[in-house]
C-alpha cells in the first residue's frame, strides 16, 4: 500500500517525554511501554489529520541506481528539484522540473508500488567542470538564488571545497570554489542567505596515519557577495578534557596508543570529533552540529562564532523493549536491564516553540571500521592489523562486537547470551567494562531506533523509545527490520533495526510535523511536534516491495529529505521530497489536511 496510516493501531501507547541532562549523561527515564502488536497486521487508515499519496517519481541512472539520488535539494522559484548523483565517474547534481505532475502515470504493480515514474532530469550539471572530488550535499539560497555543493577532495585529509554556482538564470552558472575543511560532509545557509555553514567530517584513512581534525567552516555573504575565504572553527581547546566529555556521555574510539603500519597512533579529541549535520536556529543566532560518531552536538554561536560540546548521554532500554537478534526467527521484542542506546544522530533539524529554540534528531547510530592495505594474514599482523580479509583488506581499527563474543558481568546472568537472546546485538567495545576486568556490567548499541526532541540545554524533551520497532513489526509482521537491498526480514535487529537517518520538518495547515525516515525499511513516519511535550504520532507511509525473496521494488534508502509548503509547491499543497540512495529514485508526496 502506497499510504499506510496507522494512527489508530490501538495497540500502541504513545510515549511520553522523558528527562535527560545531556550534560551528565545520566539515562533519562523512558516512556510509557505499549504492548506488542499482531504480527502482520496491516495498519488501518483512520483518524489521521493527513492524507499522503505519491505524485511525483524520477529514478535516475537506472542502470546503475545506487547512489544516484541521495541529498535533495528544491528551488522554489522555478519549481525545480535538484539532487546529488554519484552512481557514475563525475560527480554531477540532476535538476528535474517539478510543476507538473502526471498522477495516471504512476501505475501501481500487484503489490501496489509504484515502479513506474512521471518525472525526468532536465539539466545536468557537471560538477568536476568546475570542482575536484566528489558531492557529499547540496543547499539553496533563495534570498540570492544561489546553490552551494559540499565537494570532498579526491584525497584523504585534504580540504574541500564549497562550490558555488548562480541559479537565477535558466542554467546554472558557476562562480567560485571556497576552502573548507577535511571531508566537508554538509553544507546549509542561514535563513537570510548571510551565511553558509559547513560540517568537515574529517574522517581518517584506513591505517590512521592520516586523521584531520573535525571542523565547522563558515563563509559569510554580504549583499550577494560571497566571501572568498571560510572561517574555520575546531574542537582543540577540549584536547584536554576527554575524561571530562566521556563522563558526561561522549564516546571516542580509536587505536591511540597502538602502532598500525609503522606508525605510533596519538588521537587527540579535536581529530577524534567528527562533525555531521547542520541545522540553523530560527532566529539564526546558532548552528546546530551533529557529531554522530562521537554522540554529540557542538552549539555555535554565530554572532561571536564560539563553540559549545554537549554530551548526549544514552538511552536506557530496561524500560522498554528491543529486538535485538536477526536469528531469532522473527519478531521478539525483549527488555534488557544493562543495555543502553547511543543515540549518535545522523540528520537534525530544528524549531522554535514559545520563543526556546529545539532541536530534533533522527538516531541512526554508526560504528567505526577502516581498513588498510596488506599482502596476506601474514603482513597484516606484522603490521599491526587486527584481522585479515581478502577482500576488505587488513583491519586497522573496529570499536563494535557482538554481545555473544563478550564476557558479561553477573548482572546479566538473567540473559541468555545465544542467538535467541541478546547475543547477535552490536555494541560498542569502548564502553561498558567499567573496571576494565574483561567483564561487561553494561552493554552500549548502537543508535537509539528512534528520533528525539532536545532542548538548547541538551536535555530530552521527546524521545519516540520503542515506537518504530513497534510500527514497523505491526504493519510488515516479520517482515520488519528488514534490509533495504533485500527481502528476508528481520535482518538488522541486531544491528540499528529500521535505522532512522532522514529528517525534515514542515508545517501543513498550523500544525507542525515531524518527518522521519527509515533507512532500512525505506518507510517515513511522521510526528506532530507542534507542542514539544504533547509529541502526537501521526502516519507511517512507504513506497517499497516487501515479498519475501523477491527482487526488491520501489523507493529504498531514503537518504534526505526537503519539505516544500503549500505556498511554493506546484500543487498548492505541501510536498516532501525525498532521494532514495540505493533505488536511485526521487520521490515527491503530497500532504493534504483530511
Not at 281 to 304: F, H
Not at 456 to 479: E, M, Y
Amino acid at each position: 500500500m502506497l499510504n499506510k496510516s496507522i494512527i489508530a493501531l490501538s495497540l500502541l501507547s504513545l510515549l511520553s517525554g522523558c528527562s535527560l541532562d545531556g550534560d551528565d549523561g545520566q539515562d533519562g527515564a523512558q516512556g510509557v511501554q505499549g504492548t506488542a502488536g499482531n504480527n502482520g497486521e496491516n495498519g488501518t487508515n483512520a483518524n489521521s489529520a493527513l492524507n499522503i499519496n505519491l505524485i511525483g517519481r524520477a529514478v535516475l541512472n537506472a542502470q546503475s541506481p545506487e547512489g544516484a539520488a541521495e541529498i535533495v535539494a528544491y528551488q522554489a522559484s522555478k519549481k525545480w528539484i535538484y539532487a546529488i548523483n554519484s552512481s557514475g565517474d563525475e560527480a554531477v547534481v540532476n535538476i528535474i522540473p517539478a510543476n507538473t505532475f502526471d498522477t495516471a502515470a504512476l501505475v501501481k504493480d500487484n503489490e501496489g508500488i509504484v515502479t513506474a515514474t512521471n518525472l525526468a532530469s532536465a539539466i545536468t550539471l557537471s560538477l568536476n567542470e568546475n570542482t575536484p572530488g566528489d558531492a557529499n550535499s547540496i543547499a539553496i539560497d533563495a534570498n540570492n538564488q544561489l546553490l552551494a555543493v559540499a565537494m570532498a577532495a579526491t584525497n584523504v585529509g585534504e580540504a574541500g571545497q564549497i562550490a558555488f554556482y548562480n541559479i537565477s538564470g535558466d542554467t546554472p552558472v558557476f562562480i567560485k570554489n571556497v576552502t573548507v575543511g577535511a571531508l566537508p560532509d554538509m553544507v546549509t545557509f542561514n535563513h537570510d542567505g548571510t551565511k553558509v555553514v559547513v560540517a568537515n567530517e574529517g574522517e581518517p584513512n584506513g591505517d590512521y596515519s592520516i586523521d584531520p581534525e573535525g571542523t565547522i567552516s563558515i563563509i559569510d555573504i554580504n549583499n550577494g557577495t560571497i566571501a572568498d575565504t571560510a572561517l574555520s572553527i575546531n574542537f582543540q581547546a577540549y584536547n584536554n578534557q576527554q575524561a571530562e566529555l566521556e563522563a558526561q556521555g561522549l564516546v571516542f574510539s580509536n587505536p591511540t596508543g597502538r602502532t598500525i603500519n609503522g606508525n605510533l597512533i596519538n588521537t587527540t579529541v579535536a581529530m577524534d570529533l567528527e562533525p555531521e549535520y547542520v541545522s540553523i536556529s530560527k532566529d539564526n543566532k546558532y548552528a546546530y552540529v551533529s557529531i554522530q560518531e562521537n554522540n554529540g552536538l557542538a552549539i555555535i554561536n554565530l554572532e561571536d562564532n564560539s563553540v559549545e560540546l554537549k554530551a548526549l548521554g544514552f538511552k536506557d532500554w530496561s524500560n522498554l523493549q528491543i529486538d535485538a537478534s536477526d536469528k531469532d526467527g522473527g519478531v521478539n521484542f525483549k527488555s534488557y536491564p544493562g543495555l543502553y542506546g547511543m543515540y549518535q544522530p545522523d540528520t537534525i533539524s530544528s524549531f522554535s516553540w514559545k520563543g526556546a529554540n529545539f532541536i530534533v534528531s533522527a538516531n541512526e547510530g554508526d560504528a567505526r571500521e577502516y581498513f588498510f592495505d596488506a599482502s596476506d594474514e601474514a603482513d597484516c599482523i606484522a603490521k599491526g592489523g587486527l584481522d585479515y580479509d581478502a577482500k576488505d583488506g587488513c583491519l586497522a581499527y573496529i570499536d563494535e562486537s557482538r554481545v555473544e563474543d563478550l564476557t558479561l558481568a553477573a548482572n546479566f546472568d538473567y540473559l541468555n547470551n545465544d542467538d535467541n537472546d541478546i547475543g547477535r546485538l552490536k555494541v560498542s567495545t569502548v564502553k561498558g567494562d567499567a573496571n576494565s576486568d574483561g567483564e561487561y556490567e553494561s552493554l552500549y548499541a548502537y543508535g537509539a531506533r528512534s528520533f528525539t526532541i532536545w532542548d538548547s540545554n541538551g536535555l530530552v524533551v521527546f524521545d519516540s523509545g520503542d515506537q518504530i520497532a513497534r510500527v514497523t513489526a505491526s504493519v510488515h509482521g516479520n517482515a520488519f527490520n528488514n534490509n533495504e537491498d533485500e527481502n528476508e526480514g528481520d535482518t538488522r535487529s541486531d544491528d540499528k533495526g529500521a535505522e532512522p537517518e532522514a529528517l525534515t520538518l514542515g508545517k501543513v495547515g498550523d500544525r507542525l510535523f515531524a518527518f522521519v525516515g527509515l533507512e532500512r525499511m525505506g518507510a517515513i513516519m511522521v510526528f506532530d511536534i507542534t507542542n514539544p511535550y504533547d509529541v502526537q504520532f501521526e502516519d507511517y507511509f512507504y513506497n517499497r516491495g516487501l515479498e519475501p525473496s523477491a527482487d526488491i521494488t520501489g523507493d529504498l534508502a531514503p537518504e534526505g529529505m526537503t519539505f516544500v509548503p503549500a505556498a511554493q509547491s506546484a500543487t498548492n499543497e505541501a510536498l516532501l521530497i525525498i532521494g532514495n540512495e540505493i533505488s536511485g529514485s526521487i520521490a515527491v508526496w503530497e500532504i493534504t489536511t483530511q
